[in-house]
Structures are given as C-alpha cells and as structure tokens.
C-alpha cells in the first residue's frame, strides 16, 4: 500500500520526468548469449551462473574397453553402474564407479546357439538389473538377466492392429515395475509400442498429434482421389526417445515444432505433463532461422524430484527443468572444448551428475555441479518434499547467486505467505512474475490492512460525509438568503 | 469560462445527440479545439501512465519495451487517419461535416476513454485476479460507449442518417486501411531508394 501511495505521489508529479523516462528506446541485445544462460520471464536471455561443469571424460580407452564405435545409449543404474551400448562395435560395456569397464557383452547364447547383436540402438536397464537391449538390426529385442544371461528375446509382433508389411525396427526401449515394455520402433507414428510382461505385443500408446497445414488441408479437400493420393500424408510426428521415472509414468520427447516436444505420458497415453512455467518445456525458445531453428530434442532423462533434462542435438544444449516445468539451468554447446559436444546422441543422470554421450567422438563427457547447481537442485528438492522452510533459505541463496533466478522468488514467496508474511510475499511474487500466487497473497494483505487500519478509514469516510452535508446546508441557506435578498 | 468550457464535454458523453447538436451550431470552434486537443494529450498521457502503473495483475506489457513516443503515435496516428479517411469520404457522400468539426467530433468521443480508464490505473493496483474481470468489464465499457458516441457524433456532424452512417463509418475503416497500406509502401520504396543511394555513395567513396 505504502510503496503503491509513493508510486502514485511520483507518478502525479513528475509527469514529464516519467514521460520521457519511456523515451530510451530498445535495449541492443546480442544475437548469442552469456555462456552460461536462462531465458527470463520476458523471453530474454539472461546471464546465469553455470549450474554445472564438465569435469571428466569417458573415452573407450581411458575405460579399458577400447575404442567405442558410434555409441548411441548409455543408462546408469541406482548403483551408479553406467551401461554403454557400443553400437558401431555391436557390444555394450559396463563401467563401475570410477569409469572404468568391468564387464563387455558381445556375444551370448540365445536357444543353446551364440548369437551377436546387428547394430543396437537401445538400452535398458531395469531395477533388478535386468537389461533389455534393442537390437535393430536384427529386428528384434533381447532380454537379459542381471548375470547377462541372454534370458528372452521380443521378435516382430503378430498383431491385427500392425499393418501386413509392418517392420519391426526397436530403437529404444523402456521397461516399467511390472514389467512392461515399451519399445520406440522405426517407422511407426501410432505411438510407443507396448509388450507385456511375457512378451505380447499389447497395443498403442501416445500417439502425438498431427499437425494440419490449413492451405495444404483446402487444396487436399478440393482435390481429386487419385490427386490426394499423390500428396504428402498427414502424420503424427515420430517420438525421438523414451525415459521412465520410478513411478511409472514414461517421459518422452518428439519432433514436433508446432505441438509440445516433451511429454509425460500416464498408463493411458495420455500427456500429463505439468507446464506451469513461464513457458512450454521445449528447449531453446529464442533461435533464429539461420542457425538452423527449432530445437531437436534427441533424448530425455528424468532424475529424482521429477526434475527432467533433454538433449537438444542442433545447438548440443541440455536444459533442466523441475516437475512444474519451470526451466532451472542450461548446459552444453557444441565445440571442442571440454564440455561442449560434436554430435550429442544420449544423456543420463548419476546421482547429481549428468552424463552426456557423444556419438561420433565416441565419448561420454560427465557434468559435476557448481555450489549454485547443487543449491538449485537442493532447493528444488526440498521444495518438492514440502519442506518449506529449507526451500526458503535454499532459494534465498540460490537468489543471492543468481538475481535473475525468478522462478526462486516464488519459492521465497510461498515461504512468506505460509507464515502469514503477506506484505514480503506480494513482493516475491511479484518479482517472480507470479500473477496466480501474487493474487492469493494480495488478497490477504489487503485484508490485514484494511483490519488494521478500520478505525482510520471510518472515520476519514464519515468526517468526508459530514463535511459535505455542512457544506450543501451552508450553499441551501445562501440560496434562501439570495432569493430572500431578492 | 473554466466551468462553462469543462461543462461541454461531459455533457456530450450523456446528451450526445443535443451534445454534438451544440457542438457544431451553437459553441466557438476555437474553444472546442483546444478542449479536443486537450482530450488527445490526456488520452495519451492516460495510455503512458497505464503501461507504466497499472496494477502487476493486469498490466502485461514488459517495462522494457514501454515508449512513450509510440504511446503518442497509438492515439495520433489512428485519429488522423480515421479524421482524413472519413473527411475523404464524407466530401464525396454529401457529407455535411468540415475537417475541424470531424476532428472535434473525434475527440469528444474519446472521453469516455480517458474518464474510465484514467482512475482505473490506480484502482487496478488495489485489485486482486478475481476482481480484474470488473477491469476489463470497465475498459471494454469505456470502448463501447465511445463507439456509440463517435456513431451519434458522425451522424450529426455530417447530418446524415443511421444507416448511411453505418455505411461511413464501415467505408472509413476500409479507407484507412488503404492508407495504411500506402503509407507503408511509401515508407518502404523510401528506405529502399535510401539504402541505394548510400550503397551507391559507400561503393563511390570505398573505390575513389
């Protein structure tokens, strides 16, 4: 109330100050951001501290297992095994805590005869330490045990839903508590593929949306049969990866420039992902043309706290977002340097860690966090466990080291509104762009001001009303005088 | 004078047709003049401080981009050209009304806007999400009641019927959209011819 009273007073008079105050005209902005960036509630680039650094990496040699050939997957377990699917050497690797490999699968029995994998694409490794491996060459998917036995293999599917001339080619795969499996196969735009425990191909799930050209839908619907069938067909866009958090829920990103590239899909396929962020989750959201456009989001991965990272393969970005899709921090770029990538194909998270594999260089390059990375992720966290008051002083830091962090206001925000600080709060909100919660603790202010200062309002309110009524009495007697006098 | 000058406008806004009817027989043009002059600058300056310091929950614009210069060109530039287009037109149609009076017409109708919207600045800043739907339903008031009396104003200004100012009023923005376009196309043959020249001068200069 107080500081919008010396709002409104400067505003009143300073009238020409405040004119020509709006006469700056645009700030020059840099077509390329700081290194290490986050976009602000405006869509602005804004500089950031970097949340995490590239500390090692992860060549075939310095593993011992020799040079890795085109790898396309890596997935790390919750005992922090990473198993690497060496794609181009058609093997996978396993490294232990320290990087280095400690077992390589190449070969396997298969029904009693040895057998090799043909070009895998995708690797999945379950809680039990079950690995289903995509095994696209060979069209089909092999499952194995936690001692690498090859223990079941999915081979193309017999289905009335698939088409007679329907390929099976797996990419990536997924595999869920009870033991479903969700496979990424190439070619298909009806969704994920979904298998049962035992194998059976059970049906679609999550298709995305098509997208529609209104003028290339008029000239379709005045065209002939035999014209129509000549035109590209409309299809739903292809998924590009598949993840899944540990209560079930798949996390998938697509192609889609028009729709939304992430998703969160629940048991029916239906997206459940939560955007309440300043904007959609969808990578870069500032870009031109001429560096080559949207974002094309190649992997996604999904941490604790339903924080999730995707992998944009064009600028070799990785963003983070938390659960209510509020983007948290941004790494990566393609280069030479430590840290930056060639041609970035997977990314995975070790406990804090985040692992991103390169396919051409054949390497993996892991990101440890800063102070502020890991204040972020804490803050986050505790956030997300309802712990309040830790949030509050985790996001107060993580504001003193990044100013521009608005989402971290709102944290601070609801911390104040929870203990009934409802003044601090509006302000918090306020910075952090917050309109929903704004209103809410607004509302309360307005409340406690009005209650503490009743007294003050009544009575200016009836003095004003007693001032008037004097005021037309005195005019009424000096009109009856007037007439009087005439 | 003080009272008898600001005793005009708001009568217009409630007695438009007796209003416009004064207006245009009875009232001096000069003082009429300045009143609508008076108008555009308090509509602009009611259009700065909106950006500026309506309330977070209904003021979206980014601070950044808040230039007052083009606050001004808002108002001016869609005045004028409403006032030349429905001139251009109303001289062809029989029109009854001069450049001045259409223009002093215009202006008037603006009150209304500058009446509402000027105290809902402040009020919007005291307002919580809920009681934003009283904002908008007062700013889109405020625009229609001004719509109404820009039609009553037209109408007597150039003395025509309901429907025929129906058809003006549809024609003038059909006008005005047509020297928008033009207005554009000039500006931009003009920044091509510019950029030539000084091609043509860098070329001159780097090779002599």
New interface residues.
Partial sequence: ?VA?MK??KA?LLA?CC??????????VQAESAAPSYNYSY?GDNVAAPSAYEATTLITGISSGAGDFKNPQDIQVTSDKQIYLLDTGNNRFVVLDQNYKSVRTLDSFLLKGKADHFNNPQGIFVTDQKEIYVADTGNKRIVHFDSRFNAVGVIESPKSELLQANFDFQPVRVAVDKANRIYVMSAGVFDGFMEFGADGAFKSFMGANRVHVDPVDYFWKSISTQAQREQMVMYTPTEFTNLDMNDEGFLYATNGDEYGDPIKKLNAQGADILRREGYYKPSGDIMYSTLSGGAPRLVDIDVGDSEMYSVLDAKRGRVFTYNGDGYLMFILGGLGNRLGEFNTPAAIEHNGDDILVLDQTLGEITVFQTTDYGRTLNDAVRSYYRGDEEQAYQLFSKVVNMNANMEYAYAGIGKAHLRKGEYKEAVQYF?RSMD??N???A??LY?KEVLREHFSTIMTVVIALVIIWQIWRMYRKMRARKKVVLH | MNREALHTPLYVIVHPFNGYWDLKYECSQKKSLILSFGILFMLI?TN??GS??SG??VNLN?P??????L?TAYVLVPVLFWCVANWSLTTLMDGEGKFVEIFITTCFALIPIVLINFPWI?VS??I???ESSFYYFFKNFAVIWSGLLLFVGIMTVHQFSPSKTIGTILLTVVAMAFMAFLALLFFSLIQQIVEFISTITQEIVLRG
């Fill in positions: 109330m919008s709002k409104r505003g009238l405040l004119v020509s105050l709006g006469l700056g005209g645009e700030l405006w306020k309109r929903t704004y209103s809410k607004f509302l307005r | 300056l700065i401080l500026q310091y977070f929950l980014n950044k981009d808040l230039n007052s210069l606050e402040w800043n005291i919580t999400a809920q």
